[in-house]
């Protein structure tokens, strides 16, 4: 996507079927409508987790520690390929393994500012392929975490993430348990 091309965001409607688009400069506010996004978290051949700090200068949820990363698939976009499309140019990162593991997720969440999250968001998870090349206006800072510890940190203490990542974290350890083996395609 260039710098002249708008981003758009697929609205769904209550039986979570396409309804419409906005440019994504539109839809996250205190109102924000339903829309599709999706959550993808990466893990390396050591089992650990690449958790990122959202940049600063994001419109939602800046500065906030979460999962590896999220975004919007464009309209008729193949969600696996869209997943694929956002780690390139969020993180620079090439993954295989890629599986769909929570298909259903959706939640709502409200940052600090009002500004709303309103999201049916399926999350899959990946293996990495190299260590991320991160975009700084979206990435703050990154690290590998030990899968178990940040499952224990989303129980203990949830507010220290994003509140979709506290939320889809013990679902993710119900399918994928402690260990680093991903749940096949």
Known sequence: MTSQ??????????????CGVLPKSEVHHAETPLHLAFSVYVFDDAGRLLVTRRAVGKQT?????????CGHPA??????????????TE?????????????????????????????????FVARATGD???????????????????CAL???SPWAI???????????????GDGPALPAA
């Open 154 to 156: 989303a129980e203990g």
């Open 61 to 69: 949820f800046a500065g906030v520690w979460t999962n590896t990363c």
């Open 162 to 176: 994003s509140a979709w990542a506290a939320e889809q974290t013990p679902q993710l350890r119900a399918r994928l």
């Open 132 to 150: 991320p090349a991160p975009d700084a206006t979206e990435v703050e800072e990154w690290r590998w975490v030990d899968w178990p510890a940040f």
């Open 5 to 18: 091309e708008t981003e758009l965001v697929v609205l769904l409607d209550a039986g979570l079927q396409p």
């Open 91 to 123: 993180l620079g990162l090439t993954v295989s393994e890629l599986s769909l593991a929570l298909p259903e997720f959706r939640y709502e969440a409200t940052a600090a500012d009002g500004v709303r999250e309103n999201e049916f968001c399926p999350v």
């Open 75 to 88: 309209p008729g976009e193949d969600l696996a390929e869209a997943v694929r499309r956002r780690l390139g």
